[in-house]
Each structure stands twice: as structure tokens, then as C-alpha cells.
């Protein structure tokens, strides 16, 4: 036997021995596939068991129970005051004020604002020597400026 024609069988025999392989793979993957299916449906066979146990308990439970109820008798109810809802007003913190009569500048916030601009949902309506007027819900607030 030549050289050519052993590596021929050997070749022949390696394609054999992979295709094999390969198949017995594919085989116990769906074995594997089929053993989860096959749990799964147990496990739900074994849910509805619950289920049905626990039905058969509240029918028992609601069977016991007295129904001679009147639908229409009134029944009296009591007023209970809901408590009061507070909203805390946004904080804006006034550090200070640039104040000339042509454009007043303030700092809220760490933010430079002049009249008409918005901070935390609040418009400033006026900017005086020493304090900033902020309008928020129809509420005027006012803010001083602090020493210290």
C-alpha cells in the first residue's frame, strides 16, 4: 500500500468519524430539548393540580357563608376630613443683587437673572435695591438679601 492510498483511508475514516460525531451531537441537543419540554409540561400539570385544590377550597370556604344579605339596606357612612396636601414653595437662594435702574441683575441659584427670566418654575417679576420679587402659582414671593 502506497503512501496516496493511506492517507486516503485515514482522510475517509476522520470524515466518517466527524460526520458521526457531528450527528450524535445533534441528537442528544434534541434529547435534551425533549427533557425540558417534558418538564415543563410536568411542572404545569402540577400547577393546575394547585389550582384546582385552591378553587375547591374557596368554594368550600364561600359555601359556608351566609348570603341572606339585603343589596338595597343603606349603610351608614362616615365623613373623614382628607388631610390637608402641603406644597413646599421651590427653594430659590438669593446671594446677591446688581442692582442699576437700567437692567438689575440678581443671583438665585447661582444663576444671574434679570426681570422677566424663569428659575425653578418661578418668574421674577421685580428687582429692587435690596430685595427680588419671584411670582410661582400666582404666589408672590419675596426674597431679601441677608448679611452675613
Known amino acids: ?44 400539570i402540577a400547577a393546575q393540580g394547585k389550582l384546582d385544590k385552591q378553587r375547591e377550597e ?16 343603606t349603610v351608614k357612612m362616615t365623613y373623614r376630613p382628607q388631610k390637608k396636601v402641603v406644597f413646599n414653595k421651590p427653594k430659590w437662594k438669593l446671594t446677591g443683587i446688581m442692582y442699576n435702574t437700567v437692567n438689575p441683575l440678581a443671583v438665585i441659584n447661582k444663576k444671574a437673572v434679570s426681570v422677566g427670566d424663569r428659575i425653578n418654575n418661578g418668574k421674577v417679576i421685580s428687582i429692587k435695591r435690596d430685595k427680588v420679587i419671584i411670582e410661582h402659582n400666582g404666589k408672590q414671593y419675596t426674597l431679601k438679601v441677608t448679611k452675613g
Open 1 to 44: 500500500m502506497n503512501e496516496k492510498t493511506r492517507k486516503r483511508i485515514v482522510y475517509s475514516i476522520l470524515v466518517v468519524a466527524v460526520i458521526w460525531g457531528a450527528y450524535n451531537i445533534k441528537l442528544s441537543e434534541s434529547a435534551k430539548e425533549n427533557h425540558k419540554n417534558q418538564t415543563a409540561i410536568q411542572q404545569s
Open 58 to 73: 374557596l368554594i368550600k370556604t364561600y359555601s359556608k357563608q351566609d348570603w341572606g344579605k339585603d343589596p338595597f339596606k
